[in-house]
């Protein structure tokens, strides 16, 4: 690694440079169309259930040749591969990346210093079948007898935000009677709001957290211990039948009190932000019931397979990773916007947030040194079409450049179609109308010819010449989420390698939480904040001025 060339000295970069600064120095949407209307058939890559259009982007032939030229010379392929085959690629934790491991189907073979990772991985999910099977038909009950009705997830970061979002998203393939909740933030309102309107006797907690130190969770944990032995006559037998953990520290599980054959197991090869598909999923599972969580899994598979074998001019993890490259290294795009066209993707970008920027939010290289490049965007997004009554006027009119994302359906869910009329195709034709506006603005001619009063003619004209890429499925189902997850876990993956950084780990969250236990005795117990730095300690001292207890 060490030995390879800077990234920005490569001749493949500085071919992209040039190309930028010439061929592509003032591209327009409108031109590249009008030279080449064939354009909206040929950018457009098909994988699984997913017609993905990158037609309206600041491209040619030539750019989508030199990208590739990078990522062949950048090693993405080659770090692809390794990391398929359960190598080391997390360096600084010397950590196999293997969540493609968690989909693979039971005959696979992986391994993992020489042992095959598969038949656990298929142990757990069947475990968490039984488990999931016996919840959802009333077998498994409180310690009073009563049947479970309401499960609450206690996790944060990736044993949160995976399932609490694919839970929104596969609402209509859920078990209505369940109430499912999520609990993160230390907030101890988060647990009070989740909890104030259920009966103890008829709630399952699931502890998820892969490390089981995570202060903010255990926190929550033990405050809802004594939520339910305080509802359930404070007889600590109860915590059996109303906890389970989800975990790869099963010491830790123990010392918390839950019994381990309440556990279910995942390892240090999967990464918190990639840990949906594993045991993190179980409340998902139960939710949604174990069959449609393995069309989930076969839908995850089926990108996996695209992006290990589909050739780079049709991989769309790769077209995708490397759009990224394009406009924040060669155009200074400082976000993205993922843009979902469908309210039960309402979760959706701010599990993208965790996956990009946890990821590659990094600034050395791989070996440790100071990157001199741009790395990972600010990502972010909501559902339209909220957005356009909020943001959007930005990206239309502003003065920055931010390609997005539109991600939508054909189809409402089944669940919908026969109540919604034509409302869904009033949902679309924003989507579809958003994009064309983006890409093709309106011109000063056509705002005029509009009638418009010429003192208001720069104020109603759009630029246009926003990038957008247009990914669109019939319908969303399970198989679709697992399809849409890989397909941005995979884009992450793509520009992590280009970049030559660590996509795998996360030391950057760390300092904030050592500080937090640092700071916590001053707020509590008084201890003298001379120790801290005179802005924190003036904090400080208002905060305990203040409060009231
Ligand atoms: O602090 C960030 C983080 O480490 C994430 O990477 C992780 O998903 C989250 O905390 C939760 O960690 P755990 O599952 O160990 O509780």
């Known amino acids: 690694m060490s030995d390879s060339p800077k990234l920005t000295r490569r001749p493949e970069w500085v071919a992209l440079e040039d190309h930028r600064a010439g061929a592509l120095l003032h591209p327009r949407l409108r031109e ?29 032939d030539e750019t989508l040749a030199l990208l590739q030229e990078l990522a062949t010379a950048t090693g993405v392929f080659g770090l692809r591969d390794a990391m398929f085959r359960g190598e080391k690629i997390n360096v600084t934790e010397d950590r196999a990346v293997l969540h493609t491991a968690l989909r693979a189907p039971r005959d696979a073979v992986v391994e993992v210093d020489g042992e095959n990772v598969v038949p ?9 079948a039984d488990f999931a099977g016996r919840v959802r038909s009333g077998e498994w009950t409180g310690h009073t007898g009563k049947r479970i009705k309401n499960v609450v997830n206690i996790g944060i970061g990736g044993s949160d935000l995976g399932p609490a979002m694919a839970y929104e998203a596969l609402r209509a393939f859920s078990d209505r009677e369940l109430t499912v909740r999520f609990v993160s933030n230390v907030d101890g309102a988060d647990l009070h709001e989740a909890v104030r309107d259920l009966d103890p006797a008829e709630t399952l907690f699931i ?47 123990s010392d918390f009190g839950i019994d381990t054959a309440n556990m279910f197991g995942f390892w240090d090869w999967v ?5 949906f598909d594993s ?51 060669f155009h200074d795009a400082q976000s993205h916007a993922v843009l979902p066209y469908s309210h039960y993707l309402s979760k959706f970008t701010a599990y993208l947030q965790q996956l990009d920027m946890e990821s590659n939010g990094k600034s050395v290289d791989r070996d440790g040194h100071p990157v001199g490049w741009q790395t990972g965007p600010v990502v972010w997004g909501t559902p339209g079409t909220n957005g356009q009554h909020a943001y959007y006027q ?17 189809n409402p869910v089944a669940e919908l179609s026969d109540e919604l009329g ?26 005029r010819a509009e009638g418009v009063a010429e003192e208001l003619v720069p104020h109603k004209t759009f630029q246009g010449n926003h990038p957008t890429t247009t990914i669109l499925a019939s319908e969303l189902t399970p198989s679709v989420l697992g399809q849409l997850i890989a397909l941005y ?35 509590t117990e008084g201890v003298d904040v001379r120790g801290l730095d005179p802005s924190t300690a003036a904090l400080v001292a208002a905060y305990r001025t203040l409060r009231k207890n």
Not at 120 to 128: E, G, P, Q, R, T
Not at 423 to 439: C, E, I, P, Y
């Open 394 to 410: 930005l990206i239309h009119q502003g003065t920055k450049l931010i390609p997005a994302d539109f991600i939508g359906f054909v």
């Open 271 to 275: 990464g918190g932000r990639y840990s």
């Open 422 to 447: 034509d409302q869904h195709d009033l949902l679309m034709a924003n989507f579809f109308a958003q994009t064309q506006a983006l890409a093709f603005g309106k011109t000063p001619d056509e705002v």
């Open 32 to 60: 590249l169309f009008a030279a080449d209307p064939a354009r909206a058939e040929r950018y457009v890559v098909r994988v699984g259930d997913l017609r993905i259009d990158y037609s309206k982007h600041l491209i040619t």
């Open 207 to 253: 502890i998820a957290s892969k490390t089981f130190t995570t202060i903010e969770t255990i926190t929550n944990a033990t405050s809802a211990r004594s939520w339910l032995l305080g509802g359930l006559g404070g007889d600590e037998k109860a915590v059996a039948k109303h906890f389970v953990a989800l975990s790869t520290n099963a010491g830790k599980v």
């Open 279 to 329: 045991a993190i999923g179980l409340s998902l599972m139960i939710a949604i019931g174990p069959d449609r969580f393995r069309e989930l899994l076969d839908g995850f598979r089926i990108v996996d397979e695209h992006f290990k074998s589909a050739p780079a001019e049709a991989n769309a993890p790769l077209l995708l990773g490397l759009l990224g490259v394009w406009y924040g290294n």
């Open 120 to 128: 656990a991985v298929h142990a757990v999910l069947d475990k968490m």
């Open 489 to 523: 876990e995979h884009k992450v993956f793509v520009q992590g390698a280009v970049w030559n950084i660590d996509s795998f780990d996360q030391w950057g969250v760390e300092l904030g939480k050592v500080l937090a236990k640092r700071v916590e005795p001053a707020l």
